[in-house]
């Protein structure tokens, strides 16, 4: 699992970002100036960001650095193109163009992990009225109708383990940098598909625009004797390089003090929240 799915790579976009924000030059040299938060974001991938700081990841970021009595600077780079988010966290924040990713799983090994400031899981979307009755990947109705999924997700890996892959169609909004996850909703709305299988932040704040759908939570399941439980729920950080423990314990305590408003913007963009398991340890270095 990352973030919602495996994104694509990266090339450098360049732009003078709004409302005080500046847009850090893809160039920028390894900075230690404790009085600028450098981020590396998306500048097209809402609801998560775009250069209009329009996204819950740019509200997230403005409050942490001004908590932090920082100025904010942007390093704009795709996820989505060649390489995946492997080769966007290595030619961004492992090249020093940026501190901090807001997008980071928790626990991942490729950088260091903030502790987690949401946790949230997939979803299955469908149209009100249909009376599908879809509480699990396991439901009968999931024989019965068409299933829409990310490809490269936790979902694809269920619906191959359960022999759905016959009925099932893959999308690709995390390989195209020009794709919408809103195009997922509008394809349950159009019934270009029964069912949708996607990651809640992703779709949430378009839900909103399509009042005729319904989302359910996917729980956690075991799907055959001896194999190990699919996990539908995610918790997710900000990430460093490793080896920066001293900027990670400074977002961490933001992230401690301002549990509240991370809450309160995080729900602006209808992203429900799930506890984090009580003793999860975050730490991956």
């Not at 301002?258 to 975050?282: C, D, M, Q, W």
Request: glycine letters at 8%; aromatic letters at 10%; proline letters at 6%.
């Amino acid at each position: 699992m990352t973030r919602w799915i495996m994104f694509a790579g990266c090339a450098a976009f360049f732009a003078a970002a709004p409302n005080g924000v500046a847009a850090a030059s893809t160039t920028a040299q390894p900075s230690n100036n404790s009085h600028v938060l450098r981020v590396c974001a998306d500048p097209n991938y809402l609801p998560y960001s775009n250069r209009a700081g329009q996204g819950f990841e740019n509200k997230i970021a403005e409050l942490i650095a001004k908590a932090m009595g920082r100025k904010l600077e942007y390093t704009w780079a795709s996820y989505r193109m060649h390489g995946g988010f492997s080769n966007f966290l290595a030619l961004n924040l492992d090249a020093h163009k940026c501190d901090v990713v807001m997008n980071l799983p928790t626990g991942d090994n490729e950088e260091m992990a903030t502790k987690p400031y949401y946790r949230s899981s997939y979803v299955f979307v469908t149209r009100k009225g249909k009376h599908l009755h879809i509480r699990s990947m396991r439901s009968v109705s999931m024989h019965a109708i068409k299933i829409g999924f990310e490809a490269g997700t936790t979902p694809e890996t269920a619906i191959k383990m359960l022999g759905l892959m016959e009925n099932a169609v893959a999308f690709h909004v995390a390989s195209n940098p020009n794709a919408s996850p809103r195009q997922l909703l509008q394809a349950v709305q159009d019934g270009k598909v029964g069912v949708m299988v996607t990651w809640e932040p992703a779709i949430g704040a378009f839900m909103k625009d399509f009042p005729g759908l319904q989302m359910r939570r996917v729980p956690s399941e075991e799907y055959a004797p001896g194999l190990p439980q699919v996990n539908y729920t995610y918790s997710m950080s900000m990430g460093v390089r490793k080896g920066d423990k001293a900027l990670r314990a400074a977002l961490d305590k933001v992230i401690a003090t301002h549990k509240s408003e991370i809450g309160a913007t995080l729900a602006k963009f209808n992203v429900r929240l799930l506890p984090n398991p009580r003793h999860f340890n975050y730490s991956n270095n």
